[in-house]
């Protein structure tokens, strides 16, 4: 499931573009959240893997985040 960095930072970059569409008024916060979701999903589930592999605390990423410099 593991999947490269590269991968990550596009469905990262997908999502919050998902997010600032929202901002700009061209779609609502429930359909936002609601196409993010699976994207989310998949970057945490790799995120624990990551940290599993290297022995450090997971920090999740949710929908808020996305608006955040991270």
Not at 28 to 48: E, G, M
Not at 49 to 61: M, S
């Amino acid at each position: 499931m593991y999947v490269g960095n590269e991968d990550l930072r596009k469905l990262f970059a997908e999502a919050r573009a998902i997010y600032f569409a929202m901002l700009q008024g061209a779609i609502t916060s429930q359909k936002a959240k609601k196409l993010s979701k699976p994207i989310l999903r998949h970057i945490n589930a790799t995120v624990v893997l990551i940290a599993r592999k290297h022995n450090v605390k997971t920090r999740h990423i949710t929908f808020q985040d996305l608006g955040v410099n991270l």
